[in-house]
């Protein structure tokens, strides 16, 4: 594993931290993780604090990043965070935000134009935001020339055409009008179920419980491997402690049982985690510890800030 500042080697592919957001949640440990054990907290405070978590203030601190991938030629987005300007009046942390975004993309070398595909690992507020950008009154596709790799799982789930109800309910308002359906009118959304392989490189796979469509994103490259596991866990006290789940989670019983396997997945293969929401140094290797999981080594990232 070679490292650059913000940037990583794994077999073929390069993968990049851009990041949109770092601060409070907006929620406590409580009311993010409500079924966290009593004292979990407090007992894993050492390595959770500061970057994961404000004692004093008692938030729980997130990132909100993409994941730059460079495969085989190709600029691949894991993610796109909230967006600029969107109408979120039932998640205030994220209502008409006007970020850097795209000039930390820019940063990495990337110009809307350059990317090639966008995989939405599922689709809440927070996984979707920059799939789009306000142009005038209309929300066009930021990527004009890339493939948007949406699961159908969460395609239909979440279309407000289809009413089904959700946990995140109100908090998913106006999501897909303005992130998803603009991008799909313009015919750059490919929807896949079951598994899809992007490259020799790269495969996606499903990851069900948080939301109905939730999808892991496997690296396997010259030995080494990574999984990008979108909101399989918001916080590395869900590694400690793998049966506690976000507020968020749209089928409690399966996100664990998926969070079991894919964690085990990591620590068996020595692929490295890539969280969607992780501060600090972003990716982490786990072992197994007890019935739970621990922090083998963070990945070489610099402490976001
Ligand atoms: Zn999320």
């Known amino acids: 594993m070679h490292h650059a500042p913000d940037q990583l080697t794994l077999g073929d592919v390069t993968v990049t931290r851009v990041k949109e957001y770092y601060g409070p949640a907006g929620l406590t440990p409580g009311q993010f993780f409500p079924d966290s054990p009593d004292g979990a907290w407090q007992e894993h405070r050492d390595w959770l604090a500061p970057d994961f978590w404000d004692p004093g203030t008692d938030q729980c601190r997130t990132a909100i990043q993409t994941w730059l991938l460079r495969s085989e030629g190709r600029t691949i987005l894991v993610d796109t965070g909230v967006g600029n300007h969107k109408d979120r009046p039932y998640a205030p942390v994220w209502h008409r935000l006007d970020t850097e975004y795209l000039d930390n993309l820019a940063a990495a070398g990337v110009r809307p134009e350059d990317v090639d595909l966008v995989v939405n690992t ?15 009154r209309e929300w066009v596709p930021t990527f004009p020339n890339a493939t948007y790799l949406v699961p159908r799982p969460d395609f239909e789930f979440w279309d407000p055409a289809n009413g089904h109800r959700s946990v995140l309910g109100e908090g998913n308002r106006n999501v897909f009008e303005d992130s998803v359906a603009p991008v799909h009118r313009a015919g750059q959304v490919r929807l896949w179920d079951g598994g899809h392989r992007i490259d020799r490189n790269l495969r996606l796979d499903p990851a069900p419980g948080h939301t109905p469509g939730s999808s892991v994103l496997t690296l396997d490259s010259d030995g080494e491997r990574a999984l990008f596991v979108g909101d399989l866990v918001h916080t590395p006290l869900q590694l400690a402690e793998p049966d506690t789940n976000s507020c968020f989670c749209e089928d409690p019983a399966q996100s664990r049982a998926t969070r079991h396997r894919l964690l085990g997945e990591a620590a068996e293969r020595h692929a490295l985690l890539f969280p969607a929401h992780f501060g600090g140094s972003g990716a982490v290797e786990v072992a197994r510890r007890g019935p739970g999981f621990a922090v083998e080594e963070w990945a070489g990232f610099p402490r976001i800030s």
């Open 122 to 136: 599922h689709l809440h507020i927070d996984h979707v935001g920059w799939n789009t950008r306000l142009e005038g």
